[in-house]
């Protein structure tokens, strides 16, 4: 129980120092889509520069991708918290974990699609670079928790299955 304290207040100091800059970043967003003027923001290494709309639906995908990682996180910390109170095999938790996975799927192809077009397009950059990236990464967990949902959805009907015996 030691380590779950540790991991959720890791978490807790996460959501507390990402909220208010996705507040601000959600705050500019209107205004870098809207405006006439060219904004380069860096994201994941990457100057991107909003020229045209091609190029702002991509910094607009990237940016819903990072929300959807926020709340992925969050839903984390509804697993870790009812992991305190002794919540384990329960279909609520199946179903959160399920939802993690998905949306950590739909986050990596959010994130690595827009950044391997914006990478062809706009830059001069070598695309087929052979290496461990946040998309591979995102997509192997949330196929992980997926996965994982499955094993706590089994063992929640065995657990059923074991009180209606007795």
């Not at 507390?16 to 060219?38: S, V």
């Not at 520069?49 to 929300?67: C, G, H, P, Q, R």
């Amino acid at each position: 129980m030691k380590k779950l304290n540790v991991l959720k207040i890791i978490i807790d100091l996460f959501l507390f120092l990402t909220i208010p800059l996705l507040l601000l970043t959600l705050f500019f967003t209107p205004y870098i889509l809207r405006t006439n003027e060219i904004v380069v923001s860096k994201i994941n290494g990457l100057n991107i520069a909003t020229e045209d709309n091609y190029s702002k639906l991509i910094f607009l995908m990237i940016i819903i991708s990072y929300v959807l990682l926020i709340y992925c996180v969050f839903i984390f910390r509804k697993i870790i918290v009812s992991f305190k109170k002794r919540i384990l095999f329960n279909d609520k938790i199946s179903s959160q974990f399920k939802k993690l996975g998905l949306f950590l799927i739909l986050s990596s192809f959010l994130n690595g699609i827009p950044t391997l077009f914006y990478k062809l397009f706009y830059t001069k950059e070598n695309i087929l670079v052979l290496s461990i990236n946040s998309f591979l990464i995102l997509f192997t967990f949330g196929l992980f928790f997926i996965v994982l949902s499955e094993i706590f959805l089994i063992a929640f009907k065995t657990k059923s299955d074991n009180e209606l015996t007795i």
